[in-house]
């Protein structure tokens, strides 16, 4: 039995082949046990979350949980497989640690993924899915993710142009739970800063943009609203921070659309962050004195001096993962003889019964309790030895040279370890 780890992410696939592979939480047990029923998996978990959906199993091979993934959500499984990658055991496990510890997510050492992993666990163990292997996983999981963010940077450091959006709008707004915030486009930037303004749990998030459809998709994903981009103007005053990135050829928010804003909004300060080539905000409306505009050169700077702690910070956590996938993994080897230990250990049980119950035989009958003792440790000797000495017998050539090897080292003969 394999471990397995297979899925589609915000690497592989975009948000449109993403959306069709989510998992509805309300029927998350039913999906498990349809899974373990309908192929042959003997463990199951499943983690489903806006940016990624993975199963993580134990079963013999990847590919039957990959078609029942596409055959859930009624698709070919030809329709998946170019954005589907698996994990094999020790790539799954390093998949796994690397995922909680937030090195795979689309903001570098978010904390959010941790919660949604123990979910998934949680779920599963729930469904009855959720076997010694994968429980034991998860357990090891999130340790190395504890010991990930409390040893390093990881979460620490300001690594992309979303967390610096954040940043700078939190040098302006001491609180930014408090404050209302305008994304507008719904590209990956925006995505990504929408996720980050979404960590702080801002009192309102809303995306604009010119296919309200596409907007509304990306809103739900972080609890917030959608708005056309024909409505900016008579809505930019309700809010305290705007970040911008579309492909339009010309600036889509003016100096006299924000300058009314302000106007209606008693010349409260507004940040407003433009991530767009070219512009998407006009350049003179960073001479107002209301506003702070911030472009991509500004955000460069802040980016640039987080990337050496960064680069620091991810080779201690890598190093810390591929330390725990070998701990892991030899406990995973070690529980294969386990069987074979505990059918060792009832042979001898049986063979010292055995022994016992013939020596309080002859003590019974009155025998000389120290030859009665004698007879009992050669008859356990005889028994114990039995099997090894038989072997060596039997064997030849080079047989019989392996087998001797393995005995001197299991009862250390010769000096053997």
């Not at 029942?68 to 994990?87: K, V």
């Not at 970040?243 to 006299?256: D, E, K, M, Q």
């Not at 909004?265 to 505009?293: I, K």
């Not at 059918?343 to 016992?356: G, K, T």
């Given at each position: 039995?394999?471990?397995f780890a297979l899925g589609i992410?915000?690497h592989?696939a975009?948000?449109a082949v993403?959306?069709?592979?989510t998992?509805d939480?309300?029927?998350?047990?039913?999906?498990?046990?349809?899974?373990l029923h309908?192929?042959?998996?003997?463990?199951?978990a499943?983690?489903?979350?806006c940016n990624?959906t993975?199963l993580?199993?134990?079963a013999?091979?990847a590919?039957?949980?990959a078609?029942?993934l596409?055959?859930?959500?009624?698709l070919?499984p030809?329709?998946?497989?170019?954005?589907?990658?698996?994990y094999p055991h020790r790539?799954a496990v390093?998949?796994?640690f690397?995922v909680?510890?937030?090195?795979d997510s689309?903001?570098?050492g978010e904390?959010?993924?941790?919660?949604?992993?123990k979910?998934?666990?949680r779920m599963?163990?729930?469904?009855g899915?959720?076997?010694?292997?994968?429980?034991?996983?998860?357990?090891?999981?999130f340790?190395?993710?504890?010991?990930?963010?409390?040893?390093?940077?990881i979460?620490?450091?300001i690594v992309?142009m979303?967390?610096?959006s954040?940043?700078l709008?939190?040098?302006?707004?001491?609180?930014?739970?408090?404050?209302r915030?305008?994304?507008?486009?719904?590209g990956?930037?925006?995505?990504?800063c929408?996720?980050?303004?979404?960590?702080?749990?801002p009192?309102r998030?809303?995306?604009?943009n010119r296919?309200?459809?596409?907007?509304e998709?990306?809103?739900a994903?972080f609890s917030?609203d959608?708005?056309?981009?024909d409505?900016?103007?008579?809505?930019?005053?309700?809010?305290?921070?705007?970040v911008a990135?579309t492909?339009?050829p010309?600036?889509?928010?003016g100096?006299?659309?924000?300058?009314r804003?302000?106007k209606?909004?008693r010349h409260?300060?507004?940040?407003m962050?433009?991530?767009?080539v070219?512009?998407?905000?006009?350049?003179?409306?960073?001479?107002l004195?209301?506003?702070?505009?911030?472009?991509?050169?500004?955000?460069?700077?802040?980016?640039?001096?987080?990337?050496e702690?960064?680069?620091?910070a991810v080779?201690?956590?890598?190093?810390?993962i591929d330390?725990q996938v070998?701990?892991?993994?030899q406990?995973?080897?070690a529980r294969?003889v386990?069987?074979?230990i505990?059918?060792?250990?009832?042979?001898?049980e049986?063979?010292?019964r055995?022994e016992l119950?013939?020596?309080l035989k002859?003590l019974?009958?009155?025998?000389?309790?120290?030859?009665?003792l004698d007879?009992?440790?050669?008859g356990?000797?005889n028994?114990?030895?039995?099997g090894?000495?038989?072997a060596l017998?039997?064997a030849e050539?080079?047989?019989?040279?392996?087998?001797?090897?393995?005995v001197?080292?299991?009862?250390r003969?010769?000096?053997?370890?």
């Amino acid at each position: 039995m394999q471990l397995f780890a297979l899925g589609i992410n915000h690497h592989t696939a975009p948000l449109a082949v993403r959306e069709q592979v989510t998992f509805d939480l309300a029927r998350l047990p039913l999906a498990l046990n349809d899974l373990l029923h309908a192929k042959p998996v003997r463990e199951a978990a499943i983690l489903s979350t806006c940016n990624r959906t993975e199963l993580y199993c134990a079963a013999e091979k990847a590919e039957v949980a990959a078609d029942w993934l596409a055959e859930y959500h009624d698709l070919s499984p030809g329709h998946i497989r170019p954005y589907l990658y698996q994990y094999p055991h020790r790539d799954a496990v390093r998949h796994m640690f690397r995922v909680a510890s937030g090195l795979d997510s689309m903001v570098l050492g978010e904390p959010q993924i941790l919660g949604q992993m123990k979910q998934a666990a949680r779920m599963a163990e729930e469904a009855g899915t959720l076997g010694t292997l994968l429980n034991k996983l998860f357990q090891r999981t999130f340790a190395v993710a504890k010991e990930v963010r409390s040893t390093t940077a990881i979460g620490a450091n300001i690594v992309s142009m979303a967390a610096a959006s954040v940043h700078l709008s939190a040098r302006i707004f001491e609180d930014l739970s408090k404050q209302r915030v305008l994304c507008i486009g719904a590209g990956e930037m925006i995505e990504l800063c929408a996720a980050h303004f979404a960590g702080q749990n801002p009192a309102r998030l809303t995306i604009a943009n010119r296919t309200v459809e596409r907007g509304e998709m990306l809103a739900a994903r972080f609890s917030g609203d959608a708005m056309r981009l024909d409505e900016l103007g008579d809505r930019l005053a309700d809010y305290d921070i705007v970040v911008a990135c579309t492909a339009s050829p010309l600036p889509i928010v003016g100096l006299g659309m924000v300058e009314r804003a302000l106007k209606l909004r008693r010349h409260r300060p507004m940040v407003m962050v433009d991530l767009a080539v070219p512009r998407d905000v006009e350049e003179e409306v960073g001479r107002l004195d209301d506003v702070f505009l911030y472009t991509l050169d500004d955000l460069g700077q802040i980016v640039e001096q987080g990337l050496e702690s960064r680069q620091a910070a991810v080779i201690e956590a890598e190093a810390i993962i591929d330390g725990q996938v070998h701990d892991f993994l030899q406990w995973v080897d070690a529980r294969e003889v386990v069987p074979m230990i505990r059918a060792l250990r009832d042979n001898a049980e049986r063979a010292r019964r055995h022994e016992l119950e013939h020596a309080l035989k002859l003590l019974r009958r009155g025998d000389d309790p120290a030859q009665v003792l004698d007879v009992l440790s050669r008859g356990l000797t005889n028994k114990l030895l039995h099997g090894p000495t038989n072997a060596l017998n039997q064997a030849e050539g080079d047989e019989r040279a392996r087998l001797a090897e393995l005995v001197s080292r299991i009862f250390r003969l010769h000096g053997g370890e």
